[in-house]
């Protein structure tokens, strides 16, 4: 019964992600296609260089699991700060999202920039 459960959960997921090739801190977003391969459909870079390897690469996880209709896993805990975000005005065919973590005290900072292909984004 389980196994059959996690069988039907990974048959669902579109999106998943790899470290990326170019950039430290970066990852590359990937969407199964209908043959059964993937393409890359965009990226997550981590800006804030005082980011540990580990919460970055949580954070991307989270992002997965939202793009794939699955609850995302608190963080809040481990990260000490909330989370905001703002969606840059699209530009051709990509949309962007800027990440901003605040502790609040001052101003938030810049924490990561997603930039995903619009179709896949919206038509999953």
Do not use: C
Request: no cysteine.
């Amino acid at each position: 019964m389980i196994d059959k459960d996690f069988n039907a959960v990974q048959r669902d997921v579109l999106f998943s992600y790899t470290p990326g090739l170019v950039q430290d801190k970066s990852f590359q977003i990937l969407k199964k296609t209908t043959q059964g391969g993937v393409k890359p459909v965009g990226d997550y870079l981590v800006l804030d260089a005082n980011e540990s390897p580990k919460i970055s690469e949580k954070m991307i996880i989270n992002l997965i699991s939202i793009l794939n209709g699955q609850e995302p896993i608190d963080l809040s805990s481990e990260i000490g700060s909330r989370l905001l975000y703002n969606k840059i005005p699209s530009q051709g065919d990509k949309s962007k999202i800027m990440f901003y973590r605040y502790n609040g005290e001052g101003v938030s900072i810049e924490n990561a920039l997603l930039t995903i292909d619009q179709e896949d984004m919206y038509n999953g």
